[in-house]
């Protein structure tokens, strides 16, 4: 037979990561919130390539708008002339991002829009200190690795930029975070004083932020911390930047934007993932004066090309007219009241935790609060069996997270969760 996993193995670098590699899933269709593989075995994903397939797959209108640009026969030529979709696009995404006089610079990659927020920064700040979080996950450019807090997520040693770690700002697993909210807030703005005080020189450029960690297992920090951080912020003039590559467009159900349980508006806005439904596009928001004060700043020969940015109205127009931020409300409300019920039954299940369709478990050995990475990778494996994707993530590998297309519907909600609820007490017994 096609050995696609040992030809993969042969060319590229041993290192990527294959889920299932006993049995890898080669994906040779899709529809709706469902995808076949090779061997025709159909699966309900919830993990819709990691956040990134937001609308699902084969979505008409996304294929016509792609069509239609095809159908120019421009494919790419440069953005030094103007591009209509770019514009287009640039205007919505200004509208919705709630930062008032928004300009974007469209990138290809989540680690190519932090980097050029850490750029703007940097360069208007005249300062190379960043503030970042611990555990978590910002990309795979230099840069955007040193500000990635865990190291085993940043393959590089070298270190670009001067980074100071705050402790404080999220949970650091949240299955043990004892803290009340008010406490919690407290003490991250306490970690940020101390912080600015003795690990830098005071002209700090940004702190970078994930509202929900997302590589770092969906953990959240209570609401309203960045905003408690940027009042300490704000008195030396440092920047925020909100990095919103897994929390944006309506995911997290309650707010269109993760930064917006926090009661605070970010100076900077990163995005990438599902805008393009599977096709790259990404990119930073800034208010004008913060965007246009930096010199001569970036050029991206592919950045809001004409094909994603096609592809990137049309997805943003289908979450805003099918108003897909309620769907993932409502239909993100019926998987973690179900798993919250699951976890009062299962010894294993030591916290349901997210918003909207952005839900991650975290497993750990009976009776402990230690991890169980293997009983993890079981539960993992029990959900493929029985025909659902899911992903696996967190600090200590004991984390299933959860991303599933924002059109997933009630009944594909429910057929998941009896998959999961069973797979857990199958692991459990
Ligand atoms: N920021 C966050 C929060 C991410 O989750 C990721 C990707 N996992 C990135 C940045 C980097 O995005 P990309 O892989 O598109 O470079």
Known sequence: RDDLLSRHRAVLPSWMPIYYPDDPIEIVSGSGRRVVDQAGRSYLDFFGGV???MIGYDVAEIRE?????????????????????????????ARVSGIPDARVFFTNSGSEANEAAL???TNLRRSNQILAIRNSYHGRTLATMGITGHRSWSASSLNPLNISWLHSGDRVRGLLAKLSDSDHIDAAVEDLREVLATQTSGDVAALIAEPIQGVGGFVAAPDGTLGALKKVLDESGILLISDEVQTGWGRTGEHFWGYQAHGVTPDLLTFAK???NGFALAGVVGRAEVINAVPAISFSTFGGNPISTAAGNAVLDYVLDHDLQENAARTGAILLDGLRAAQTRSTILAEVRGRGLMIGLEFV???????DAA??????DECRRNGLLVGKGGLYNNVLRMGPPLTLTEDEAREGLEILVNAIATVDA
């Open 51 to 53: 956040l990134t397939n």
């Open 65 to 93: 708008a792609v069509e239609r640009q095809l159908a120019t026969g421009v494919v790419h030529t440069s953005t030094l002339y103007l591009i209509r979709a770019q514009v287009e696009l640039a205007e919505k995404i």
């Open 119 to 121: 750029l703007m920064a």
């Open 274 to 276: 599902g805008i393009g």
């Open 365 to 371: 050995r009976p009776g402990t609060l230690e991890p």
């Open 375 to 380: 009983a993890t990778v079981r539960v993992f």
